[in-house]
């Protein structure tokens, strides 16, 4: 892609020519950033925010994971008995410390679910990678409602003000999924959680609406369907999901506060209600959520084994149309998470095969990526060693899943350890590593900063083993019959869970190193001498055509677009430019 009106955008392909100041700097002061409607500032604002909600989720994982190194439950006590009473503790109260254990175990993991699923994996790629990146990509000046953009983020604050809220009156012990009838009685604040999640909807429809128009109608000249970047069809394929599913879960929340503050019987048989309805409610939305979450996931890998392997990318229609198949297909697959609830043989048996057929698309995706790097001048630099990461767990998830939409042997895992570490391959194995790896491959455009090389890769080699050692063998603590959300246990389980809680603190020890040095690399004193060049890794999407970081209006005339977006130039690359 080439941008033939643009002596400037030409001049820096060349490396000379006068810079213009980037969009960090165009508007200065506290306010031009709060009510910006420059979607590459909000970007960074979805980043910061999401990276802040993750750093939370995580130091509750912690917590927890340190109460299962030994199966006593001794931990939290301890810990509650040394926290004043104003931190949630008991002042060194130890009787009531003990009592106050186990709920605030079941706290702990309700609040690292929850803030991992609404606050920081839905949001994450669409709000801070797709935001900053889809109108460069296509060429625009801006996406189609930078007002509406701006509110969705907003609305995304106030829904976070909500569940910070929650941890503060109470917390939340009834798991992510608010299932009823536990959380229609149990006395935590489960109603301003369920606001909470009510907003984020909200903001989460908005953001899809407006990638959806953005994508229709301001596509550069000459930018067809077919010249679209694959990262630019996962977010669509994203945002249609969006838009149609979460009402559904809108819906199901509010009949839940009714429930909870009307007395009136909807979910809570003790009322007259019926339980297994909440669950068809929440997962016909929460199962194409998790579509919501893989799926830019997914478009991130195809740039980066694309761009980081030289090679165009294999079967691009096949991958562009599995994204659109993956969404239309995680509509009717929710049945598969309650074949223990009690539903018919004909619909578990139909919900099975559903789920082995939307298999199929993701398969393609990865044969795709495979059959790419297949041959390909593959560079090992960061940003490709957590694509080829993801390609290890996330296969490692995928396949797991096919154990789970199996009738009689996901009635053996079903609520078990199995379950745990198959959601986590896929979530954090796919969306999270494919997120970091995605942050490094666009880091130095988004900032005009690079990042300490060798650091960078032995966080990435922390995190692979950290990952897998923490939640490998949770498979055979569930094919072994441990179930999931214990506050104890036998000490049969001993030995994997003290594996499992040593790998969680090497993958929190790798995670906070990436962090550590992509903070320094914004210090003005890790400025490097020269401006970077525009097209860092020798890409060829047309967000490698702008500046580096990018003007406040991404373009100096209108791109136009010529060739497919995996058309890569022959040049020498860059690589990686260690300043430190």
């Not at 625009?140 to 409602?145: E, L, P, Q, S, T």
């Not at 993958?507 to 970077?532: D, M, N, Q, V």
């Given at each position: ?197 009510f907003i984020l909807g909200f903001s989460s429809i908005l953001t899809g609406l407006n990638f959806m128009v953005t ?366």
């Amino acid at each position: 892609m080439a941008d033939d009106k643009s002596k400037h955008d030409a001049e820096h392909a060349e490396g000379h020519g006068k810079r213009e100041p980037s969009y960090l700097v165009a508007q200065r002061g506290l306010k031009s950033w709060l009510f910006t409607i420059d979607h590459k500032r909000l970007g960074l604002m979805y980043l910061g925010s999401t990276l802040l909600f993750f750093f939370v989720g995580g130091v509750a994982a912690i917590l927890f994971r340190t109460e299962l190194l030994t199966p006593a439950g001794d931990f939290i006590p301890w810990l509650l008995s040394h926290l004043p009473t104003a931190l949630g503790g008991t002042g060194g109260d130890v009787e009531a410390a003990v009592a106050q254990s186990a709920t605030t175990y079941n706290k702990l993991f309700t609040v690292h679910g929850a803030v991992m699923v609404f606050l920081v994996i839905i949001p994450a790629v669409p709000g801070s990678l797709g935001n900053f990146l889809l109108p460069l990509m296509l060429g625009a000046k801006d996406v189609a409602f930078p007002r509406l953009n701006l509110l969705s983020f907003w609305v995304y604050t106030l829904g976070a003000c909500f569940f910070l809220y929650t941890l503060f009156a109470g917390g939340l012990d009834t798991g992510w999924t608010f299932y009823t009838p536990y959380s229609s009685t149990t006395g935590t604040a489960v109603v301003s959680a369920l606001f909470g999640a009510f907003i984020l909807g909200f903001s989460s429809i908005l953001t899809g609406l407006n990638f959806m128009v953005t994508i229709h109608k301001m596509r550069a000249p000459g930018m067809t369907w077919n010249r679209m970047p694959l990262f630019c069809w996962s977010i669509y394929a994203t945002a249609v999901i969006q838009v149609l599913a979460t009402p559904v879960l809108a819906i199901t929340l509010l009949l839940l506060v009714v429930e909870r503050t009307l007395n009136i019987g909807i979910f809570d048989p003790a009322m007259g209600g019926d339980p297994v309805l909440f669950q068809h409610f929440f997962w016909f939305y929460s199962h194409p959520a998790v579509y919501i979450m893989i799926l830019p996931g997914f478009g991130i890998i195809s740039e980066l084994v694309a761009v980081h392997s030289r090679k165009h990318i294999f079967g691009y229609k096949a991958i562009a149309l599995s994204s659109v198949a993956i969404a239309i297909i995680s509509f009717i697959v929710w049945g598969h998470h309650m074949f223990v609830s009690g539903q018919s043989e004909l619909a578990a048996i139909v919900f099975s095969f559903l789920t082995f057929a939307v298999a199929v698309p993701t398969a393609i995706k990865v044969f795709s990526w495979v059959a790419t790097l297949y041959k390909g001048s593959i560079q090992f630099n960061t940003p490709m060693l957590y694509a080829l990461m993801f390609l290890f767990t996330f296969s490692i998830g995928g396949l797991t899943g096919v154990f789970l939409g199996t009738l009689s042997v996901d009635v053996h895992l079903h609520d078990t350890y199995f379950v745990v570490a198959h959601f986590h391959y896929v979530m954090m194995g796919g969306t999270i590593i494919a997120f970091i790896g995605g942050l490094h491959h666009w880091w130095p455009k988004m900032t005009g900063r690079t990042y300490s090389v060798w650091q960078s890769k032995w966080a990435a080699l922390l995190v692979f083993i950290g990952f897998n050692m923490t939640f490998f063998n949770q498979f055979v603590l569930g094919q072994q019959g441990m179930p999931r959300r214990y506050y104890t246990y036998v000490p049969q389980f001993q030995q994997q869970h003290m594996m499992s809680t040593i790998g969680s603190y090497i993958l929190f020890l790798g995670l906070l190193w990436i962090a550590i040095y992509l903070l320094a690399s914004l210090r003005r004193s890790a400025a490097p001498k020269e401006p970077l060049p525009d097209n860092t890794w020798g890409g060829a999407s047309l967000e490698w055509s702008t500046q580096t970081p990018p003007i406040e209006h991404n373009f100096h005339g209108q791109p136009r677009v010529d060739t497919d977006p995996y058309n890569f130039p022959q040049i020498d690359r860059t690589g990686e430019v260690d300043h430190h």
